[in-house]
């Protein structure tokens, strides 16, 4: 129904004439009104899994999304993997969704036939001096409730897996891999079938407070990406919502800001950390059977090994801190995700710390991907923020912000929380 509002606004007879919105030239337009129940804006996997949610508690949900498809940004740009829950500070958002969604995942996953396994993973200590940071790590592991924790002595795991070189390594038996579009696909099928209608090539641009109502300004993505910022947009169609949830990703910061009656001060700082894959090539058989992770480092977990359902390895992310980015840029999405040849040059040492036999010329590009994160460079970790009326005084809104890893492993557990704490 909105894909036809949009595209066929003149022959609606529910035109109003409005004067907070008027054309380059100062006449006055008249924008169509549609009153929804739901709205989430995003289809990542965090979206469509909050969707879903929604739509199976009865809801009717509309999802408004960018791209022409689901899940094209961090979504589709990220390890695949199922985290056990072992890095996060205890009793933070990012340790208890962790932990409930990889269980709530792994019960979908067997029961929807998605694709996934759950291999396992080794975390690494290639020198000593590292040692007391892996014993920090099964501290908290244990202290968050992941079950199956075991330290072991470099024999062992070199033992489990003959090509890695470590002193020491910590096996986290529960951690996992999935295929993150077959999951999408399969939430975005339910969702559809409990009367969710997804909206792409569609963008929210901003919105405004009517009483109880927040009112969404809808635009055509062609129109946000034509946007010559010289002046201001324009929507095609304004969506009254009784619950809005913002899951924008990349985008959800600086959408927040566009929402008229929305306290800017409560909306925390952006920053953005590209990350590239390169993929292991000219080899028959993996060179490895678990996940193996270093010691994480400043803005990520560390050039690790991820291993996809077919068996093919690749190594990532690298940590590339994007300076200048402003509110506009993110808003429209406009990332370099292109990965230059030569980063390899910075993986080999890296990868070798753990895996001494790599050989040259056996890695080449993958793809890359962007987090969305709280604290930048050299700042301590930043929790999930998920804002209700609570924090920012907007009924019916749901603002989340830096869903970086682990997202995807946390998707279902999110979904659950926002359904049970802000549908009304």
């Not at 068996?311 to 506009?328: C, L, M, R, S, T």
């Amino acid at each position: 129904m909105l894909r036809h509002a949009i595209r066929g606004l003149r022959n609606s007879r529910r035109w109003i004439s409005s004067k907070n919105f008027t054309s380059r030239v100062g006449v006055e337009r008249a924008v169509a009104r549609e009153s929804v129940d739901c709205v989430v804006i995003g289809a990542g996997v965090v979206g469509i899994a909050v969707a879903r949610e929604l739509a199976l508690k009865g809801r009717e949900v509309v999802v408004i999304e960018f791209a022409s498809t689901f899940g094209t940004g961090t979504s589709s740009r990220n390890s695949e993997v199922i985290h056990a829950g072992i890095y996060y500070p205890r009793n933070s958002l990012k340790a208890i969704f962790c932990a409930r969604g990889r269980e709530l995942l792994y019960k979908y996953c067997s029961e929807h036939e998605v694709p996934h396994k759950q291999i396992g993973k080794l975390i690494v200590a290639t020198r000593s001096s590292e040692v007391p940071k892996l014993n920090d790590l099964m501290i908290r592991g244990n202290e968050n409730g992941v079950d199956g924790l075991r330290m072991l002595e470099g024999f062992e795991a070199m033992e489990m897996e003959p090509e890695l070189q470590c002193v020491r390594a910590l096996l986290s038996p529960a951690s996992g891999i999935v295929d993150t579009h077959s999951l999408m696909l399969s939430l975005v099928g339910e969702a559809e079938n409990h009367r969710t209608t997804f909206c792409y090539n569609t963008a929210v641009i901003g919105g405004h407070l009517e009483g109880d109502h927040i009112c969404l300004h809808i635009s055509e993505s062609k129109d946000l990406e034509n946007w010559d910022r010289r002046f201001p947009l324009h929507p095609e169609v304004i969506l009254m919502a009784k619950l809005v949830v913002n899951s924008a990703g990349l985008s959800a910061p600086a959408l927040a800001k566009r929402f008229d009656g929305l306290n800017s001060t409560v909306i925390p700082a952006s920053h953005y950390a590209r990350g590239c894959y390169f993929v292991l090539s000219k080899m028959k058989t993996p060179p490895f059977k678990h996940l193996i992770y270093p010691i994480p480092e400043d803005g990520g977990l560390g050039v690790h090994v991820t291993l996809d359902l077919d068996g093919q390895i690749k190594f990532g992310p690298d940590v590339e801190w994007i300076n200048g980015a402003d509110d506009i840029s993110s808003f429209l999405n406009k990332f370099d995700y292109s990965v230059c040849a030569k980063r390899v040059e910075r993986f080999y040492p890296e990868i070798r710390k753990y895996y001494p036999n790599l050989k040259d010329d056996s890695l080449e590009p993958g793809y890359a991907g962007i987090r969305p994160k709280l604290s930048g460079a050299q700042q301590s970790a930043v929790d999930f923020v998920i804002q209700g009326e609570d924090i920012h005084g907007v009924p019916g809104l749901v603002n989340l912000f830096g869903i970086e890893s682990p997202g995807l492993t946390s998707s279902m557990a999110i979904a659950e929380h926002i359904v049970a704490r802000y549908l009304r």
